[in-house]
């Protein structure tokens, strides 16, 4: 039977086992192991703390003085740290369960992560509210008794010294950098350990994470820009978009067959999760789009037509796919120009599906509030001199982490640069088409 030293590895020049170091000044893999460990259990007592100093030292203060403070801005401000609080404090009860005190290299924290990884994911709506918190913030930090009652409360609760938008984002730069910190403890945890295969899988469940708040922040932040695009379409009929749809998947111009007659007409299709909106160009205005209708892609599917003859609209075809109700009363059939256009179509209506399924296994939902809010900002932000039917090109978003970047805090090691923490967090992902498709919208081409 192997013995908890086996596992663990031998150390590396067969020397010291328990962690010792081999020479002076050269800790063997354990050490290094036992380290790592000793930060993790390190940082995360001292982020309790910090999430109990934020809930009780300024949240608690702040709802005595309702003079001050409506429940909407306590919201705004603080989003769900609470419940993060409460998150926090049962896995760091599972970390020192696993936590091994005499020897912490042979600690197995690896299945913790794992355990709790779709927890994490209540970081999502904190990240993605932290934007607006910070707005919400600077305009109280501009009058005094607002700046004075927080001084007060940060030093009653005997917390360091730096300000409240400082301690708010700690929650950001705790997701982001746990993925470096499994990294660290991968990298000094030999295969044979009992531990690795589960710190292996907690690393990427933690990228996975840090993925997955990034990907939904990008898609509340393009609700807004398709608001606006909805509100430049003349003549726009039925629901608004954003009731069921808040990613732009593809657009572009396909050739519409109507029956019975076969005659073709060219529209500019725009394909989002859940419909496909199709739109009529302007003969004098190319930049001007007139609403003609909307198919509801949860009730379609996607059919190849080969070159030829159409038996059911009685024409000859080319570049051609047909989007059927699943009985068959409802066919329609559109053809692309050039058969890489009709490939990419048929890839774009593949990935529609994909998203859909995705959002249905992750959850993803906006709410009534934010898609009534993004209603509104389209509805105010038309710039004077511009025709309606023109989609202002909207600089393309950094993504959130990087804005990391610009901000320095004591939670993150100085020996750390902050990038390494960023492409940990934020590991590589399909490129989204949005922009591109966007930029395509204005101004039309002739």
Request: glycine share 6%.
């Amino acid at each position: 039977m192997l013995n908890n030293s086996h596992l663990d590895g031998a150390s590396e020049g067969g020397g010291a086992s328990m962690g010792g170091p081999l020479g002076p000044g050269l800790p063997c893999k354990e050490q290094m192991r036992a380290n790592v460990i000793n930060e993790i259990m390190s940082t995360e007592r001292d982020y309790i703390k910090h999430l109990k100093d934020i809930c009780e030292g300024y949240i608690k203060q702040c709802r005595k003085r309702t003079d001050m403070f409506t429940e909407e801005q306590l919201r705004t401000i603080f989003g769900n740290i609470d419940e993060l609080y409460r998150f926090q404090k049962k896995f760091l009860k599972a970390l020192e369960k696993k936590f091994n005190k005499d020897h912490p290299h042979l600690s197995e924290i690896g299945s913790c992560f794992l355990e709790h990884q779709t927890n994490f994911q209540i970081y999502s709506e904190y990240c993605n509210n932290h934007p607006n918190a910070c707005v919400q913030l600077s305009k109280l930090m501009k009058i005094k008794k607002y700046v004075f009652f927080f001084e007060a409360c940060r030093l009653l609760q005997k917390m360091i010294d730096i300000s409240l938008d400082g301690f708010l984002l700690t929650p950001v730069q705790k997701i982001c950098k746990y993925p470096l910190q499994l990294a660290e403890l991968l990298k000094y945890t030999n295969p044979q350990h009992r531990d690795y295969k589960d710190v292996e899988a907690a690393l990427n469940a933690m990228k996975n994470v840090a993925r997955l708040i990034n990907e939904r922040k990008r898609r509340l932040e393009n609700i807004d820009k398709i608001a606006q695009w909805q509100s430049s379409i003349e003549d726009w009929e039925g629901e608004d978009i954003l009731s069921r749809s808040s990613d732009l998947i593809f657009s572009g111009d396909l050739t519409k067959i109507s029956q019975p007659q076969g005659k073709g007409q060219q529209r500019m299709f725009f394909l989002f999760d859940h419909q496909l909106v199709f739109c009529k160009k302007d003969l004098l205005r190319r930049d001007i789009l007139y609403y003609k209708g909307r198919l509801d892609m949860d009730q379609m599917q996607v059919v190849d037509v080969e070159d030829g003859k159409d038996k059911d609209f009685n024409v000859s075809v080319k570049n051609a796919l047909k989007l059927c109700s699943p009985g068959g009363e409802e066919v329609h059939l559109l053809c692309a120009k050039k058969p890489e256009q009709k490939q990419r179509w048929l890839r774009a209506f593949a990935d529609e599906r994909e998203q859909v399924q995705h959002d249905l296994e992750t959850g993803f939902t906006i709410t009534e509030v934010q898609k009534k809010q993004a209603m509104l900002n389209a509805s105010k932000s038309h710039p004077t001199g511009k025709p309606k039917g023109e989609f202002q090109l909207f600089s393309v978003t950094r993504p959130y982490y990087d804005f990391l970047l610009r901000q320095k805090h004591p939670t993150l090691p100085t020996s750390l640069p902050q990038q390494q923490v960023i492409m940990l967090a934020e590991p590589k992902r399909k490129t989204s088409n949005f922009w591109h498709n966007i930029g395509r919208l204005t101004p039309f081409k002739k």
